[in-house]
């Protein structure tokens, strides 16, 4: 009777305590550790280092990012590599797995999940898109074929070192990815917050602090340079991910293969082929310059509206609309909106300048079927054209393209 009390006591300590006792605010501390380490496992390892191979990762953090996944998130290499290829691939279509811009905000808020794994089933995207992810020993017998397994373990684990609230520790991890990932960035990232460059899809940066999820805040930078291991991109910006990659480096843990490319200036030169390539390479960076001097041409214009004393007028509303939207591409522009911004070309000479010419300096990397020495020359030509035009902004901008350096 003493010894079954005795068990029956222990138990209950055991369920009120587990095996550390810890404190609340201890369990507090190790979930959001832990929930952290399997951050930087979904950004470093899963996603910059096998998806877009963006630098190469030693064996030490390779094995413990496999492990953690495997122990709190079960989700198979091979399969998400897959998934977010064919993401990139085919994003904001039909064929996207998980756009929010043809499936809905809601769709991937409430059932990202279950679209990323109904797509991580299909042969097709896994055999097209999942190659070269590991296929060692222990990726072949354990986490892939036992994935689930891993996430049962931790569950043990947690309850054998908090007792019964481990179970409360758990949930939290196994929700913490399909939220942040699936919901946010896939999610909010492709819906809304604020883009530096004019990349050919519907990526946003959710916020330029990127700690939370790792960088991975920063998906507008990320989808204007896939490849580069830095998703951030401009002086404010911070990508906690990339501070973990720099410190894997001087550890000798890894070895960046790529980052986005930067736009080199010196002296003010006539255009040439090494403007041109300059310019081509970094398009993303000039057409971001370039939409500054659109967006201080019409605040231009909305200074000059103020001072008649018509805020209120409907062209008051167009120039505002000019001013959020016109440093976009066209094709990007909502429909409902392209005669609001018709008409505030048609009252601004100088904003249609800038617009005509924008579209003709944007054709220096679309037209494929042009010489490189005939694209000197139109490069040339829109130089002259935008330094006799009277206007500032481009005069400004076209000598800046000159001091370009690839």
């Not at 369990?27 to 470093?44: D, G």
């Not at 946010?184 to 946003?204: K, L, Q």
């Not at 002259?384 to 035009?389: L, P, V």
């Amino acid at each position: 009777m003493n010894f079954l009390m005795s068990v029956h006591d222990a138990l209950i300590q055991w369920l009120a305590h587990g095996l550390l006792e810890a404190s609340a605010w201890q369990i507090v501390a190790f979930t959001l550790v832990i929930t952290h380490f399997t951050i930087l496992s979904v950004t470093i390892f899963l996603h910059r280092a096998q998806a877009h191979r963006s630098l190469d990762l030693g064996p030490i953090p390779s094995h413990f990012f496999r492990a953690v996944l495997w122990l709190t998130t079960g989700m198979v290499t091979k399969e998400f590599v897959a998934v977010h290829r064919k993401h990139h691939a085919k994003c904001e279509t039909e064929d996207d797995p998980h756009s929010p811009q043809t499936r809905g905000l809601k769709a991937l808020l409430l059932t990202g999940v279950e679209l990323y794994r109904a797509e991580a089933k299909n042969p097709e995207t896994i055999a097209k898109y999942g190659l070269g992810t590991p296929s060692d020993w222990i990726e072949r017998n354990l986490y892939t074929r036992f994935s689930w397994q891993g996430v049962g373990l931790m569950l043990i684990i947690n309850l054998a070192l908090f007792g019964a609230i481990g179970a409360t520790v758990w949930a939290i991890q196994m929700v913490w990815i399909p939220v942040w990932a699936t919901g946010v960035i896939n999610g909010i990232g492709h819906y809304w917050g604020y883009r530096n460059f004019e990349a050919p899809d519907a990526s946003t940066n959710v916020s330029p602090w990127g700690i939370l999820i790792g960088g991975e805040e920063l998906h507008n930078n990320h989808h204007t340079y896939p490849t580069s291991a830095k998703f951030s991109v401009k002086p404010f910006e911070f990508d906690i991910g990339w501070g973990y990659i720099r410190a894997f480096e001087i550890l000798g843990w890894a070895k960046v293969r790529k980052t986005a490319p930067k736009l080199r200036h010196g002296d003010i030169k006539p255009a040439d082929k090494d403007t041109l390539e300059a310019i081509i390479t970094n398009r993303y960076e000039v057409m971001s310059k370039y939409g500054r001097g659109l967006k201080a041409a019409c605040a231009a214009e909305l200074a000059r509206l103020k001072a008649q004393g018509q805020e209120h007028s409907a062209q008051w509303a167009q120039f505002k609309l000019a001013k959020r939207w016109s440093h976009r591409d066209e094709v990007n522009i909502p429909d409902r909106l392209l005669t609001e911004i018709a008409n505030a070309r048609a009252a601004s000479p100088t904003l249609d300048k800038l617009l005509t010419m924008r579209e003709e300096l944007r054709q220096l990397w679309t037209r494929t079927n042009v010489s490189a020495e005939q694209l000197v020359a139109d490069l040339q030509a829109w130089c002259r054209r935008a330094e006799e035009s009277g206007i500032a902004e481009l005069r400004n901008f076209s000598m800046s393209l000159r001091m370009a350096r690839a």
